[in-house]
């Protein structure tokens, strides 16, 4: 089992939650978590334990954001796409992806793993420009990820009917 299944996994990713998290509302409330989580441990100068109040908030927030969004009325956009190819990526042990995607999706990930050291470091000694940094490569690695997740499901969704049939756009009908 790979880590990413062991995620997918530890936050119970059923059917009908990936189906509701490529609404592509839940994908965009996403992405200010790692911000938000790192001015509440940064704000641990101002407010002491107290700022574990909204780390926690976000904890759960990332859990329910899967489940809180209805299930899109198309699939057919970037932000559900690149769900979508998280899904085909997460299923790779089982349905062969092409070659040329595995090295560079390594190397994305290794950029924003690459970048947690610099936050954590830069949150213990509450220097702002190794924080910086941090988030920038996690978000950075992890947007150029989402688009590669885009391009491997368009690639994917043609050689599959289940993937194909993830792409639906409901407002045409």
């Known amino acids: 089992m790979t880590t990413e299944q062991k995620i997918a996994n530890f936050f119970q990713m059923t059917y009908k939650v990936w189906a509701h998290h490529t609404n592509p509302w839940s994908v965009l409330t996403r992405f200010p978590i790692l911000p938000l989580i790192i001015v509440s441990i940064w704000s641990r100068t101002w407010i002491n334990w107290w700022c574990l109040i909204p780390i926690i908030i976000l904890i759960i927030w990332t859990w329910i954001n899967p489940r809180i969004f209805p299930k899109p009325t198309s699939t057919n956009n970037w932000f559900s796409k690149a769900v979508l190819g998280e899904r085909v990526w997460l299923n790779r042990q089982k349905v062969e992806i092409p070659k040329h995607h595995q090295p560079m999706i390594n190397i994305l990930n290794l950029i924003s793993f690459v970048g947690l050291p610099f936050c954590i470091w830069g949150l213990i000694q509450l ?42 756009d409901d407002k045409k009908s």
């Open 127 to 168: 220097n702002i420009w190794p924080t910086l940094l941090g988030i920038i490569l996690v978000l950075l690695g992890k947007m150029w990820f989402l688009d590669r997740m885009v391009w491997l499901y368009e690639e994917m969704k043609d050689n599959n009917s289940e993937y194909r049939s993830w792409l639906y």
